[in-house]
């Protein structure tokens, strides 16, 4: 058994299209290296900064993820077994063993779905793109088209008490 603590240079894609880990970023890995009798078995823990975007109202976002991390890397010429896929299967070259594709998954899941700058961000009015969470009564009076032929009735003098009102079509019928 051995453990090893690295800082290590992300690469390039390490996440998705709103968050993820800047290229360059140091990654800290510590791992604990145990010789099993199919290969070495990998496990530990990865820490990095993660920056990108609030979905909701476009902020910078930075956070710090933590990933578990636990692979068997087999040793060379070994076959996988029936219930194993053969590119699921991880192989040491020498004494060498590629983190990077098990580092990627784990931070890829591991980034959240939709992330948000605050658990109650209100994002961005939809109608002018003002930031809501700045103007907490920002609203936007809309009428629904449907009812607009209507919205004249409304603007009419309504009769005060005992008179009548006639449409026009009456009042010329009488008339002549």
Known sequence: MRSVARSVPAPADLGVDVLGVPVGTPIDVELRLEAVMEGVLVSGTARAQVSGECVRCLD????????????????????????????????????????EPVLRDAVVLALPFQPLCRDDCPGLCSECGARLADEPGHGHETGDLRWAALQGLLDRPRPQQGETQHSTAETTTKET
């Open 60 to 99: 910078p976002i930075t956070q710090t993820v933590v990933v578990e991390l636990q692979e068997l890397y087999a040793y060379p010429g070994r076959e996988p077994d029936s219930d194993e896929d053969e590119a699921e299967l991880h192989q040491l070259e020498g004494d060498l063993l590629d983190l």
